[in-house]
């Protein structure tokens, strides 16, 4: 497993990509709303990607044609923009990639559409609270099991599963780089964290089972129970004080 170490030119061009993906996504939340298509959602995301300089690095991606990944309710990750309509009451995650000057940013969240349940409510927040708690862990001296069980532990003393079949990963000229950023796992485990890294860190967390199956559009993965899941990310520098968020909105 080749780790890349960043040298300060790389970072500071990190810094940029990242930059304009949570740009892309604060203006998305802000223009989600009920009655608009996940296909009308994804054509502003390009445009804000585009009108920024940068190029929607999902498009292309292994025959994927669309600027974003946006998945609805029970959907986890990869949902395909399309005509669907967005209703009051959804939940709504969405994943923004960019490349800029040949480096690229990744981040994503999940955001209520309306008026969503309590339980709901506890979903999103315990998400947000299990991706804050692994990059606390990312920083010098500690391990990617650290990480990862920060994660874990996060989610499930909420009551929520935590998705153990799609990962996190290393991000730099390629939006999937070594190494793979699992969301569960021991303390102490795994390769030692160096400052240069960086790594999108990305919790999936679920009501009911952790086991996840993919639809037959090849893309779309959804949760086996039909239950609700959450998705948040944010592309993280380790330096050799606290962990750097470089894609902050």
């Known amino acids: 497993m080749a780790i890349s170490i960043k040298t300060e030119k790389e970072i500071q061009l990190m810094r940029e990509a990242g930059a304009i993906a949570a740009e892309a996504l604060a203006e998305l939340k802000g223009y989600l709303k009920a009655g608009i298509t996940t296909a009308e959602l994804d054509a502003y995301g390009e445009k804000v990607i585009r009108d920024r300089g940068a190029e929607p690095v999902f498009k292309g991606y292994r025959g994927y044609r669309h600027a974003t990944c946006l998945s609805v309710n029970s959907e986890v990750v990869h949902g395909i923009p399309g005509g669907r309509l967005i209703k009051d009451g959804d939940i709504v995650s969405i994943d923004v990639g960019v490349k800029y000057k040949g ?147």
């Open 103 to 249: 480096y690229c940013g990744d981040n994503a969240a999940t955001f209520p559409v309306g008026k969503i349940s309590g339980k709901t409510e506890k979903l999103l927040r315990a998400g947000k609270e299990a991706l804050r708690a692994g990059i606390k862990q990312a920083r010098v001296g500690k391990r990617l099991g650290d990480i990862s069980h920060a994660i874990q532990k996060t989610g499930e003393k909420q009551g929520f599963s935590v998705v153990r079949e799609l990962y996190g990963h290393g991000i730099g000229r390629e939006m999937h780089e070594d190494p793979l950023v699992p969301n569960f796992g021991f303390p102490g485990e795994g390769i030692h964290l160096q400052a240069g890294m960086i790594l999108a860190i990305e919790p999936m967390l679920n009501t009911g089972t952790w086991r996840i199956r993919t639809l037959d559009d090849g893309w779309t993965v959804e949760t086996e129970d039909g239950g609700l899941s959450c998705h948040f990310e944010h592309t993280v520098l380790i330096t050799k004080g606290d962990p750097e968020i470089l894609t902050i909105w």
